[in-house]
Nanobody
Framework: VQLQASGGGLAQPGGSLRLSCAASGSIFSINVMGWHRQAPGKQRELVADITSGGNPNYADSVKGRFTISRDNAKNTVYLQMNSLKPEDTAVYYC???????????????WGQGTLVTVSS
């Protein structure tokens, strides 16, 4: 199983970016998918996650600015980031709770990380 993230880059304060993360490989089912971030010198933190039924959960710092969504048919999760702030600068990691066989255990997988820089 692999998670491939894309969409990071440089944005100006107030700008927007959209991240994507596609899961591939031997997948039976995917439960929660999410995005975390890690800024320099800080611990990794949850940004947002979303259940297989589409229920989102957001960190207080991004509520009203970021939107998480997913396409279950494509095993893909998205993060639309609007009104970006310099403090959003971080490496963003996607994650997914995946079961590879029916009745098997569920494990968390992580993408490779994509850098988001917000600067003028």
């Amino acid at each position: 199983v692999q998670l491939q993230a894309s969409g990071g880059g440089l944005a100006q304060p107030g700008g927007s970016l959209r991240l994507s993360c596609a899961a591939s490989g031997s997948i039976f089912s995917i439960n929660v998918m999410g995005w975390h971030r890690q800024a320099p010198g800080k611990q990794r933190e949850l940004v947002a996650d979303i259940t297989s039924g589409g229920n989102p959960n957001y960190a207080d710092s991004v509520k009203g600015r970021f939107t998480i969504s997913r396409d279950n048919a494509k095993n893909t999760v998205y993060l639309q980031m609007n009104s970006l702030k310099p403090e959003d600068t971080a490496v963003y990691y996607c994650s997914a709770a995946i079961r590879t066989t029916s009745g098997g255990a569920e494990y968390y997988y992580w993408g490779q990380g994509t850098l988001v820089t917000v600067s003028s």
